[in-house]
């Protein structure tokens, strides 16, 4: 079974400070996605990775993934109190029992506070 | 335009009733799953179905099974509902071969009492 181990599980911190969120495994993914869900409604996808050392930016946030392609980053330069939310770091691949889809981390709880 | 929708929001019922959640995707996409998320926030995958082909998480009870009318739709059957089956339950889509990049529907809300 592929395991996500996400870091932190809670992180609050003050507008304008810059984090970063950790998503790492003992396994090799094909592809790495970060979903941020909100109360209330599912995960929406923020980004794909797929290449070993990729970096990815969106507005403020940075996403990169691992030489080995078993870890990622999230990094959010400047946060606002919009960025708060749930953060899920995903691998493509089988997820135990045989299941075909995606293994979730269990996610980073960002609160920015104004 | 809504593209991966769910009904109902909220689910509230009594242990042993049987109960269906109905997911419908207008994206075209070829794979529709379920998901669970538990009380602490924790994805986790029931079930995918792809062109007839449904795949099983063997940790899932046999009293979930999910009926597929067509491509665009998978629904989810539960059987003599326990309290353990209170969570919030996803449906989502992707388009094999791309990623695995899954839109989500806005969850279901299952209340067992």
Redesign the interface.
């Known amino acids: 079974t592929q395991l996500l181990e996400q870091s932190p599980q809670f992180l609050s911190i003050q507008e304008g400070e810059n984090l970063t969120v950790y998503c790492n495994s003992s396994s090799v993914f094909s592809?790495l996605?970060w979903?941020r869900?909100e109360p209330?409604?599912?995960?929406?996808?923020l980004v794909?990775v797929?290449t070993g050392g990729e970096v990815k930016k969106l507005k403020r946030l940075t996403f990169q993934f691992g030489d080995a392609r078993k870890d990622s980053s999230l990094h959010i330069t400047a946060a606002q109190p919009g960025d708060t939310g749930?953060y899920?770091c995903?691998g493509?691949g089988y997820?135990?029992?045989?299941?075909?889809?995606?293994?979730?981390g269990?996610?980073t709880?960002l609160i920015i506070q104004p | 335009d809504t593209a991966?929708s769910q009904t109902p929001k909220y689910l509230v019922t009594q242990m042993g009733n049987d109960k269906s959640i109905k997911c419908e995707q207008n994206l075209g996409h070829d794979t529709m799953?379920w998901?669970k998320q538990d009380s602490?926030?924790?994805?986790?995958?029931?079930?995918?179905y792809?062109n007839k082909e449904l795949?099983?998480?063997?940790?899932?009870p046999n009293r979930f099974s999910p009926k597929s009318p067509d491509k665009a739709h998978l629904n989810l059957h539960i059987n003599s509902l326990e309290l353990g089956d209170s969570a919030v339950y996803?449906c989502?889509s992707s388009q094999r071969g791309l990623?695995?990049?899954?839109?989500?529907?806005?969850?279901t809300r299952l209340t067992v009492t």
Do not use: R, W
């Not at chain 1, 209330?40 to 996808?45: D, F, T």
């Not at chain 2, 602490?40 to 995918?48: D, E, P, T």
């Open positions: 592809s996605q979903y869900q209330g409604e599912g995960p929406v996808l794909t797929v749930l899920l995903a493509e997820s135990g029992g045989g299941a075909d889809g995606l293994t979730f269990k996610g709880h | 991966v799953y998901y602490k926030k924790f994805l986790k995958i029931m079930f995918s792809n795949i099983i998480n063997e940790t899932v996803f989502a990623l695995y990049e899954q839109y989500f529907g806005p969850g």
